[in-house]
């Protein structure tokens, strides 16, 4: 795509673009399930998708990194798995939603990659930034939701969600990994405060639903009155 279509292809889009973010257990599905609930009462257009995968080629990539294999592969190449699922999902799937005024709401993109790959796994920020270039241009989310917990919550909160199920490659590091994402995350939200929005999660569904709520109406000046009202 020419840089000057894909500039005027993004100044006409019309769908804001939501993405929650944090770590093991932090709540991020049950939070985006309420919100898109809530826009969908409002009359807005709303899509709901993920990362890795939100499309059927993420998907595989998806299946792939979760399992493990990338990881055998090394931090640069894993990451790069991450990418090429990303870089589906967005040409396929939220660039064409946002083109037609519909809402995404993505649970994870690319923070996720900063934070696990990028802070964690020590993969340097030159290539994080020349994937991100190839991957989604200048494409930002509107609004990053970035749930917080204690890591021993949400690791409980994860392993009673999964039962006698195997966690999987990430949920399996150690209890310092998960600090440290933490960290991570917080870092990324005070780094960025334009965009990204650091909410206690460490409460019931519907007190952390009622806080992505107000972030929403303090930082996108979109929604109707019908929604503020819902
Ligand atoms: P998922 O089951 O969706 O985890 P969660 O419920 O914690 O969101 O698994 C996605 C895993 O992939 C999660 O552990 C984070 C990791 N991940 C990365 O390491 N890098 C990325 O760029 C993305 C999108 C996810």
């Not at 709540?27 to 995968?53: F, N």
């Not at 934070?115 to 930002?140: C, E, F, H, W």
């Not at 007190?207 to 009155?225: E, G, T």
């Amino acid at each position: 795509m020419g840089e000057t279509n894909a500039r005027t292809q993004r100044t006409s889009m019309k769908g804001k673009f939501l993405t929650f973010e944090g770590g093991t257990g932090t709540g991020k599905s049950t939070q985006i399930k309420k919100l898109a609930e809530r826009l969908h009462v409002a009359k807005l257009r709303t899509i709901v998708t993920r990362e890795p995968g939100g499309s059927p080629g993420a998907e595989i990539m998806r299946y792939l990194v979760l399992s493990g294999m990338g990881k055998l592969l090394g931090p640069d190449a894993e990451t790069l798995l991450f990418a090429a699922a990303r870089d589906d999902h967005v040409r396929t799937v939220i660039e064409p939603a946002l083109t037609q005024g519909i809402w995404v709401l993505c649970d994870r993109f690319f923070d996720s990659t900063r934070a696990y790959q990028g802070s964690l796994g020590q993969v340097a920020p030159g290539v994080l930034n020349a994937m991100q270039r190839v991957t989604i241009g200048d494409l930002k989310p509107d609004l990053t939701i970035i749930l917080d917990v204690p890591v021993e919550i949400g690791l409980q909160r994860a392993a009673a969600r999964r039962g006698s199920g195997a966690p999987d490659r990430f949920e399996a590091e150690d209890i310092k990994f998960h600090q440290d994402l933490r960290d991570a995350y917080r870092q990324i939200a005070a780094e960025d405060p334009q965009r990204c929005v650091l909410i206690d999660a460490n409460a019931g569904a519907d007190a952390v639903a009622a806080q992505v709520w107000s972030a929403l109406r303090d930082h996108l000046f979109a929604i109707p009155n019908a929604a503020s009202s819902a």
